[in-house]
Structure formats: C-alpha cells, structure tokens
C-alpha cells in the first residue's frame, strides 16, 4: 500500500519522430510510438492500464487463498471514429484464471466473481476513471 501523497504523475520525452518515453519517480520507463515498430501505442497502454489496474485488485484479493497456475487478462476494444471524435468502443476484459486443486483453490475461486466486481465496481482507479468519465485539462508552458 502506497503512503505518499494522492497525486500521480509520469513525464514523457521525446526520444524521435512520434516515439516517447515515459518516466515515473521511481525510475520506471516505457517506451511508446505510433505503433510502427514494438513501441506501445498509446491506446494499447490505456489497455494494459485498465488490465493492469484490475488484475492487481483481483490478485491481491484472490492470492489470499491461493497462488494461481495460471493468471491471464485480455483487454479489447474497438477504435472508431464518429462525429464524437476517435475513440474506444466495446471495452471487454476477459479474466483467464485457474487455481490449484484443494480446498485453498476452492477458496480462490470461489472469491474470483466478487473479487472482479469490486474491482469494476469501485477499487480499480484506471478502469472507474474511463467509465465515470473525467474532463482532461491541457496546459501549454
């Protein structure tokens, strides 16, 4: 559990045309780009935050119980563009999870459905913030 302060941030450098890293305080980097090559795109970061953001929840709930033999999940989506502008439609994430045989196991998944709906629900910040919708404020220095 984290102790520092509410606020989150990242810093983005450009390292060449339409390609990016991204910085955390705590040294993390990730690169990202137009998808031309391996780099991440953008939207497929919003993917793996929104995967990410839950899989944590329902690991820590879930690994309680019992370790995994197999923890997987899958975020798709549809990129359209409308008259609401570019954007993501139909976003699904898939859970495939398989815990050991036993009464540990049993524990496990027994847990799984309520420990995915508290995290859609209200404990994954990624996935609450894309659904309940917040204003993005711009800024030029």
Same mark, same amino acid.
């Given at each position: 559990?984290? /102790?520092?302060? #509410?606020? !989150? ?13 991204? $910085?955390? &305080?705590?040294?993390?980097?990730? $690169? ?5 090559? /391996?780099?991440?795109? %953008?939207?497929?970061?919003?993917? #793996? ?13 879930? $690994? ?16 359209? !563009? &409308? ?13 495939? @999870?398989?815990? %050991? ?6 524990? #496990? ?7 995915? !709906?508290? $995290? ?14 917040? %204003? @993005?404020?711009? !800024?030029?220095?």
């Amino acid at each position: 559990m984290t /102790t520092d302060s #509410a606020h !989150r941030g990242v810093r983005l450098e450009r390292t060449g045309n339409s390609r990016y890293t991204a $910085s955390n &305080d705590r040294g993390g980097q990730i $690169s990202m780009g137009t998808g031309a090559g /391996t780099d991440f795109t %953008p939207v497929e970061l919003l993917l #793996a935050a929104i995967g990410g953001c839950t899989a944590v929840d329902v690991d820590i709930l879930t $690994s309680r119980r019992a370790e995994p033999d197999t923890f997987e999940v899958l975020v798709d989506a549809e990129k359209v !563009r &409308d008259t609401a502008g570019n954007h993501l439609t139909d976003l699904l994430v898939t859970f495939r @999870i398989s815990f %050991p045989d036993g009464e540990q196991g049993d524990k #496990a998944r027994a847990l799984l459905p309520d420990a995915v !709906r508290m $995290s859609h629900d209200r404990l994954c910040s990624v996935g609450r913030t894309v659904e309940l919708g917040t %204003p @993005i404020a711009t !800024r030029i220095e």
